[in-house]
C-alpha cells in the first residue's frame, strides 16, 4: 500500500483545513488508518484512527472536538478534517495504514504503511 498525504497549508488560528490522503494498492478496506502528527523538535504523535469499516474512530485529547477522520473506501481515501486550529497544531502530518489491536492503536508500531507527511501551520 503506497499512501500519499495533500491538504496542507497555512492557516490563521480559528480556521479549518481538510487533509486527504489516498492510497493505491489492494485490500485498502482491511487497513485501520491514522493520522500522526510531529512538531520541529518534539516525538511523532498520534492525532486520530478509524477502524477499517469506519464505525469506530479515535482521538486524542488535544484534537478531540475539533477534529474529525472518515474514509471512503470506493476512493481508497482517508480525510482529517481540522475545525478550530490552534499555534499548537503546527505539525507536518502523517497517514498510516495498519492493522492494530485496540492496546496498540495510539502508537506507530502497528502501522506498517507510511505517507510522506504534509505540513500544517497555523499562524496570524
Known amino acids: 500500500v503506497q499512501l500519499q498525504a495533500s491538504g496542507g497549508g497555512m492557516v490563521q488560528p480559528g480556521g479549518s483545513l481538510r487533509l486527504s490522503c489516498a492510497a493505491s494498492g489492494p485490500s485498502f478496506s482491511t487497513y485501520a488508518l491514522t493520522w500522526f502528527r510531529q512538531a520541529p523538535g518534539k516525538e511523532r504523535e498520534f492525532v486520530t484512527a478509524?477502524?477499517?469499516?469506519?464505525?469506530?474512530?479515535y482521538y486524542a485529547d488535544s484534537v478531540r472536538g475539533r477534529f474529525s477522520i472518515s474514509r471512503d473506501n470506493a476512493k481508497n481515501t482517508v480525510y482529517l478534517q481540522m475545525n478550530k486550529l490552534k499555534p499548537e497544531d503546527t505539525a507536518v502530518y502523517y497517514c498510516a495504514a495498519g492493522r492494530p489491536i485496540t492496546s496498540t492503536i495510539r502508537t506507530t508500531s502497528p502501522y506498517d504503511y507510511w505517507g510522506q507527511g504534509t505540513l500544517v501551520t497555523v499562524s496570524s
Open positions: 478509524i477502524r477499517q469499516s469506519g464505525g469506530s474512530t
